[in-house]
Nanobody, 119 residues
């Protein structure tokens, strides 16, 4: 069974930084793509960033480009989201997700971690 366990959320002032981690529990599972999404109160879940496991190719939402960096550690089966220059509008629950190759959509999701940015 594949489980994604997120950590690293918290409260930070505007302009500050946080790093989120997402550990993939199943050693036999190699994701095709891993991603971060977020959902702010009263809003739909939105894409933040993704990374292709094979070659670390990345993609970002326009709203976070230049501020957030997604990376992965193969040995630890972990993906990270480094968030710098945080803004109050970054406040949301952040979710880690994993996608298998040849399967549409993200099959596995973490429980979410709260990020709150105060002004």
């Amino acid at each position: 069974q594949v489980q994604l366990v997120e950590s690293g959320g918290g409260l930070v002032q505007a302009g500050g930084s946080l790093r989120l981690s997402c550990a993939v529990s199943a050693r036999t599972f190699t994701p095709y793509i891993m991603a971060w999404f977020r959902q702010a109160p009263g809003k739909e879940r939105e894409f933040v960033a993704s990374i292709r496991w094979s070659d670390s190719s990345t993609d970002y939402a326009d709203s976070v480009k230049g501020r957030f960096t997604i990376s992965r550690d193969n040995a630890k089966n972990t993906v990270y989201l480094q968030m710098n220059s945080l803004k109050p509008e970054d406040t949301a629950v952040y979710y880690c997700a994993a996608k298998s190759r040849f399967v549409s959509g993200y099959s596995y999701w973490g429980q979410g971690t709260q990020v709150t940015v105060s002004s």
